[in-house]
């Protein structure tokens, strides 16, 4: 079946612009996570959906950072007002469910502000 | 604070060649233990975990890892590399209480010599 998915592959924005990075989870998936991956550096946690619950935010580094997930869903993790330091990959990935530590990862989306 | 640590930034080995990357973890408790691997354009593919029981676990590719409590590492083996296995290396630990929370190392970048 398909994996998740990850849309765009790649992003350019300048700097103080908003972007918006979607991630559609394998179907059946109630568990949905994104990460930060700089240049270097392990993967960061930002944010953890899981079913109906109040997503887990901690992560995210500041309020310029939101994500939503849409009828349990596809999720989309939203930038605002970019900056320079928020270049990275940004990976997410699903779970079958909330136990399950098996999770599977998207290819990413490679964001660059310039 | 939990914490991963790979030491090791870039491995060179020989095609045929052994290999053990290297992991330390800072976990309070009783750590969920993951290796992923990462080629080029995809996504992070699980390899193996370690929940509890035989510290010594197989995954896929002909990997293995080794869970020393004492020592707070969960080493990756594999006793024959092959050219495919070129790619970044990233262990993980889990919280066993919060199973939202994982903590990634910075990876190791393996690169085979033919």
């Known amino acids: 079946g398909a994996g998740v998915s990850q849309s765009p592959s790649n992003k350019v924005t300048e700097k103080g612009k908003d972007v918006e990075l979607r991630c559609d989870p394998i179907?059946?998936?109630?568990?949905l996570y994104w990460y930060r991956q700089s240049l270097g550096q392990g993967l960061e946690f930002l944010i953890y959906?899981?079913?109906?619950?109040?997503?887990?935010k901690s992560g995210l580094p500041s309020d310029r950072f939101s994500a939503e997930r849409t009828g349990g869903s596809v999720s989309t993790l939203t930038i605002q007002r970019t900056q320079q330091e928020d270049s990275a990959v940004y990976l997410c990935?699903?779970?079958?469910?909330?136990?399950?530590?098996?999770?599977?990862f998207g290819p990413g989306t490679r964001l660059t502000v310039t | 604070a939990q914490s991963v640590t790979q030491p090791d930034i870039h491995i060179t080995v020989s095609e045929g060649a052994s290999l053990e990357l290297r992991c330390n973890y800072s976990?309070?408790?009783?750590?969920?233990l993951f290796w992923y691997v990462q080629s080029p354009g995809q996504g992070l593919q699980l390899l193996l975990k370690y929940f509890s029981g035989d510290t010594l676990v197989q995954g896929i590719k002909g990997f293995e890892a080794e869970f020393k409590r004492s020592q707070s590492s969960f080493n990756l083996r594999k006793p024959s590399v092959h050219w495919s296995d070129a790619a970044e290396y990233f262990c993980a630990v889990g919280a066993s209480v919060n199973f939202n929370k994982f903590y990634f190392g910075s990876g190791t970048k393996l690169n085979v010599k033919p």
């Open positions: 976990y309070g408790a009783t750590p969920y």
């Open positions: 959906f899981q079913g109906n619950s109040a997503p887990d």
């Open positions: 179907s059946g998936h109630t568990a």
């Open positions: 990935a699903s779970s079958i469910e909330r136990y399950s530590y098996e999770q599977y």
